[in-house]
C-alpha cells in the first residue's frame, strides 16, 4: 500500500514503531488519550498536537498527512534541483568551483527570490544553484574595498537557498545553508542582514517543530535591530516591523498567545507609523502584513471568529507578495473550517490549490484542512487530493 492510501491514524501508528502510545504522548508532550484518538481517527487533531506529534516522531506533519512519503518523496523535478542545489551549497562552502572567471549574476538572484515569493520554488532553486556559485566566484575575486558587499550578496544567496531547502523537506540542508548565510552574513558587517538571516533560521525550527529555538532566535532577530524613538528611516522600520510581527506568530505557534498579543502590537505601531506597505528586500511590511500576520495569530490561537473579522477588514491585499497571499487564504480556509463552514472552506482551499499547484504542493497546511473539511463536499475533496497529493482520510 502506499504511504498516502493509509489513513492519519494508520501512519502516526507506522511512524510510531516500537514506541508505546505512552511515550509518544510523553515525547510530544500530549495526553496518552490524545495519542490514542489520533490513531484510532476519532474526531480531529489539532494543528498544534500535530505539529508536537511530528516533534516526537522526527518527521514532518506532511508526512504524517500522507502529503509526503517518510522519505520525503517528490516529483522528480524537484529531486534533481534538490541535489544540484546540496552539491552547490556543501562544495561552495568548502571552497570547490569558485577557480574560474566571474560572471554578472545580479539578475538572477533577484529573479531567484521573486520566483520564491511567487510560490515557484523549483524554478527559485535552479537560481539560487547557480547564484550561490557565481556569488562565491564573485567572492573570491573581490577586490578587498568590495570584499564587505561581495559576503552580503552571498549571504542572500545561502539564505535563498536555505528557505528553498525548507519548502522541499531537506531539512539537513535548510540548517546548512542557513549556517553558511550566518557565517556570510557576519562578515559582510550589515545588522540588517543578520536579522533576516536570524528570521530565517526560526522559521526553518518552526517547521521543524522546534518552537523552542524558533521563538529564541525569533527575538535576536527583532532585538538586534530595534529602532530608537528618534530612529525615521522607512527600510529600518519596515525590517523591525517585519521581524517582530514574525516573532508574533511564532510566539502564537508556541502557545503563547500574550506574548504574541504584545509582539503584534509592537508591529502593528511600527505599520502605523509607516501609514503603508514599504519594500524591504523584496518582501512588504505595513499595513496589510501586519494584518495578514493578525490573521494566521488568532487562527493559531484559536480565535477563528477573530481571524474571520480581520479578513473581511483587509480590502486590499496586493501589496503582499504572491506566497503571502496564498498563505493569507489558507488561514482564512483554516478559521473557515474551525467555525464549520466547510463547504466555503473547500472553495477557498481549493482556489488556492488549483491556482498554485506548485506551492501548494510544499506545503503542510493543505492537507491538514483539507482532512478537517474534507467529509463536506466529496468532489471537492479529491480535487484537492490530487493537487497536493494526500489522502484524506
Given amino acids: 500500500m502506499k504511504w498516502n492510501e493509509h489513513t492519519t491514524g494508520q501512519r502516526i501508528k507506522l511512524l510510531r514503531g516500537a514506541l508505546t502510545q505512552e511515550e509518544l504522548a510523553e515525547g510530544a508532550g500530549l495526553s496518552v488519550a490524545t495519542v490514542r484518538k489520533a490513531e484510532q481517527g476519532r474526531g480531529q487533531v489539532s494543528l498544534p498536537s500535530l505539529l508536537r506529534l511530528a516533534h516526537a516522531l522526527g518527521t514532518d506533519v506532511s508526512v504524517i498527512v500522507g502529503q509526503q512519503a517518510p522519505r520525503r518523496a517528490m516529483l522528480a523535478d524537484d529531486r534533481l534541483t534538490l541535489r544540484a542545489l546540496s552539491r552547490t551549497v556543501h562544495d561552495t562552502a568548502a571552497g570547490i568551483g569558485t577557480e574560474r572567471e566571474p560572471v554578472e549574476f545580479a539578475a538572477d538572484l533577484v529573479a531567484g527570490w521573486d520566483a520564491y515569493r511567487a510560490g515557484r520554488v523549483g524554478v527559485a532553486g535552479q537560481f539560487a544553484t547557480s547564484c550561490v556559485r557565481?556569488?562565491?566566484?564573485?567572492?573570491?575575486?573581490?577586490?578587498e574595498d568590495r570584499r564587505m558587499a561581495a559576503h552580503g550578496t552571498l549571504a542572500d544567496a545561502f539564505r535563498l537557498s536555505a528557505y528553498v531547502a525548507n519548502q522541499l523537506g531537506a531539512r539537513d540542508l535548510a540548517y546548512a545553508a542557513i549556517g553558511h548565510a550566518a557565517d556570510q552574513a557576519r562578515q559582510g558587517g550589515d545588522p540588517r542582514r543578520e536579522a533576516s538571516v536570524a528570521s530565517g533560521r526560526s522559521w526553518?525550527?518552526?517547521?521543524?517543530?522546534?518552537?523552542?529555538?524558533?521563538e529564541h532566535t525569533a527575538t535576536l532577530s527583532y532585538t538586534s535591530i530595534e529602532p530608537s524613538y528618534g530612529d525615521r528611516d522607512p527600510l529600518l522600520l519596515a525590517t523591525y516591523g517585519w521581524h517582530v510581527t514574525f516573532a508574533a506568530v511564532v510566539a502564537a505557534r508556541q502557545g503563547n498567545p500574550t506574548t504574541a498579543d504584545d509582539l503584534l502590537s509592537q508591529g502593528s505601531a511600527v505599520a502605523a507609523r509607516l501609514g503603508r506597505d514599504v519594500m524591504v528586500n523584496g518582501t512588504a511590511f505595513g499595513p496589510a502584513s501586519v494584518t495578514a500576520q493578525a490573521i494566521g495569530i488568532a487562527v493559531s490561537t484559536g480565535k477563528a471568529g477573530k481571524a474571520l473579522q480581520l479578513a473581511a477588514g483587509l480590502h486590499d491585499s496586493s501589496a503582499l507578495h504572491q506566497a503571502a497571499r496564498n498563505r493569507l487564504q489558507l488561514d482564512i480556509a483554516l478559521a473557515q473550517c474551525d467555525t464549520k463552514q466547510y463547504d466555503t472552506c473547500l472553495d477557498t482551499l481549493l482556489t488556492v490549490c488549483t491556482e498554485h499547484p506548485e506551492w501548494v504542493r510544499h506545503q503542510t497546511l493543505p492537507g491538514v484542512i483539507a482532512q478537517r473539511a474534507g467529509h463536506a463536499t466529496t468532489s471537492r475533496s479529491r480535487k484537492i487530493a490530487k493537487i497536493i497529493g494526500a489522502t484524506l482520510a
Avoid: V
Fill in 134 to 143: 557565481d556569488a562565491a566566484t564573485a567572492l573570491a575575486n573581490a577586490p
Fill in 204 to 214: 526553518i525550527y518552526l517547521r521543524d517543530a522546534r518552537l523552542d529555538d524558533a
